[in-house]
């Protein structure tokens, strides 16, 4: 009996890339004949024709399968939408803007056969991309893996392959402030590498802003390590260590040479500082009360507005 595997692609706004996708995706099914395949798209509430496009393809290609969110969630609630709705052997996280080429997914077959339950692709060079964004990632990647307890793959996104044991994994972390490329760290199983060039995209313009890259990282930070508490603790003590050998420099150097009402200047400084560290650390101890804050509330990840499985589709 055939093995199933599912490629899972969310899309928001991709209307111009999706015919490109669509035969890139045909070319590969020709080098997986002896799989079962599947391509679910998972529509992130887009304003555009990506739906129009993806019930059109469901209708020429039966392999072709979507759900609909009802609005949009962000790429990390929509790739857990669609690994809710996952019944294959393995899955391959894929992006619709083809700058992870899908060429190389008979290699990650190939080591998934031989065994390992999580092939992972590590980004070589980033075309297409500023030097900010590569510093950033470079940074945040040095971070998370220093402060956290789990081995981070560096470089990496959510271009893998997933045997089902892992989708089964994956499926039970309901978190609200999800950082999914954590997650394939933290749930472990054995693990492959493979490396390849990232491509600038295809066709379109990218849907990720700084201010959604820098939540992405804070999340990352916060759901899985408690480093930036420890931070201002230390940062804390320190502080008061200084303090505390300020005053008794001040009180000895009264005592030898008589009070001295100068030192304006410098008290100011001194008083903006601690107030400048006593906000971040309450910003800090924010953060983590705000996740504490939505994830006691306990809503749904997201709502289904359609949904195309197979011969089964309703709104």
Request: hydrophobic fraction near 40%; glycine fraction near 6%; proline fraction near 3%.
């Amino acid at each position: 009996m055939k093995k199933s595997i599912t490629i899972l692609i969310p899309a928001y706004n991709e209307e111009d890339v999706l015919p490109a996708l669509f035969r890139r995706l045909n070319k590969l099914s020709d080098k997986l004949k002896s799989y079962n395949l599947e391509f679910l798209f998972v529509d992130d509430g887009s304003k555009d024709r990506t739906l129009d496009l993806l019930r059109d393809a469901a209708v020429r290609d039966k392999r072709v399968n979507f759900v609909r969110l009802s609005r949009n969630f962000g790429k990390e609630t929509a790739l857990k939408a669609g690994i809710d709705h996952l019944t294959s052997d393995a899955v391959i996280i894929l992006d619709a803007d083809l700058q992870d080429p899908p060429e190389l997914v008979p290699k990650m077959v190939k080591f998934w056969q031989q065994g390992f339950d999580d092939v992972y692709a590590r980004r070589v060079s980033r075309d297409g991309e500023s030097f900010m964004k590569k510093f950033t990632s470079w940074g945040y990647f040095k971070v998370l893996k220093r402060t956290t307890k789990i081995p981070i793959q560096e470089h990496t996104g959510d271009f893998r392959l997933l045997d089902k044991k892992c989708v089964a994994a994956l499926r039970k972390l309901s978190e609200t402030n999800r950082n999914t490329k954590a997650f394939y760290s933290w749930i472990g199983f054995s693990k492959k590498e493979i490396t390849y060039r990232r491509q600038a995209r295809a066709a379109g313009k990218t849907k990720l802003r700084w201010g959604t890259l820098i939540k992405h990282a804070i999340d990352g930070i916060t759901s899985f390590t408690t480093a930036p508490l420890r931070f201002a603790t230390i940062l804390g003590l320190a502080i008061s260590l200084a303090s505390f050998i300020f005053i008794l420099f001040v009180v000895i150097r009264t005592l030898i040479h008589g009070p001295d009402t100068s030192g304006w200047p410098s008290m100011m400084s001194v008083i903006l500082f601690l107030g400048g560290v006593q906000l971040l650390a309450l910003g800090i101890i924010g953060e983590y009360v705000g996740r504490i804050f939505d994830e006691t509330k306990r809503r749904p990840l997201y709502f289904i507005e359609e949904i195309h499985l197979g011969k089964n589709s309703r709104k």
